[in-house]
């Protein structure tokens, strides 16, 4: 048999180590975690939480109302829409609002219940007239029709009115007639106020004797702020331009200036240059002269000297 078999024979019968055994019990590898991976584990662990807002699709109306704010800020706004965005104060809004609380409409179920009153009242005999309740007025042909025959005493104006044009004209009528005016925070506000969801403009005509005092401070305050406010009626609004156009308007500034500066430094090299130029020019011009004096024996000033020396002794 050849050695080869013999080998392999006895390699079959040995008998086979087992796995594990002579080897060195040490700690496990930690395997490396990426904390955004998606885990599909039995404990079910949570996901970190991220931040999406760059990566959430917003609802359309949430972006034309982002795109609108945005565009305000960037283009000019003609004066006649920008004193919109000139309103009340939060104290004073306060107040206001408090005031027309007391003076809003009646509901359907009040202006029944008055009715009812009235009806049983003429069926008994007595003849008891029910007033309407003093109460604010709303509607925007309905305000302006107020204006235009003086009866309103104090307009308030919503800011926020979508189309603008249905409003825009308001504050200049007003001011014309001598009626007191202000631009509030916002249509919503002034909606709840009428029982409704939005209102564009409400007028007060009169106050009760107990909150006369309130309403003339209000008035007080609102006629210099908008009435007689010069400045709101010619101020152009927007122009504001963003971060990432400001930060190159900056750096142009800066390129400018820095171009500035080398042309400046330019200027004052070629100049000590042009004036080494000339001082080499003239010093060459000495020495030419020199040299020619050498070549043809003494100087013209020495000939000129001797001249005016001979002459003397002649003379003599």
Known sequence: MSTKSKQARQKKNQPKKQKGKGKRKGKKKQKKVDKFAKVYSKQK????VR???QVMRWPKYIKIQRQRKVLMKRLRVPPAINQFTNTLERNTAYQLFTLLSKYSPETKKQKKTRLQKVAESKVIGDNVKSKKPLTVKYGINHVTSLVERKKAKLVIIAHDVDPIELVVWLPALC?????PYCIVKGKARLGKVVHKKTATALVLTDVKQQDKNAFAKIID???PKFNDNVETRTKWG???LSSKARKAIEKNLESSQLS???MQEQKIRERIIKEKLEQQRLEEEAQKKKEEEAKNGKPEADKA???KDTKKQSKK
């Open 45 to 48: 662990k949570a996901v970190p």
């Open 51 to 53: 931040d999406l807002y």
């Open 175 to 179: 001011r014309k007639m001598g009626v």
């Open 221 to 223: 305050i609102c006629m």
């Open 238 to 240: 927007g122009g504001v």
């Open 260 to 262: 500035k500066k080398l």
């Open 305 to 307: 000297e001797e001249k």
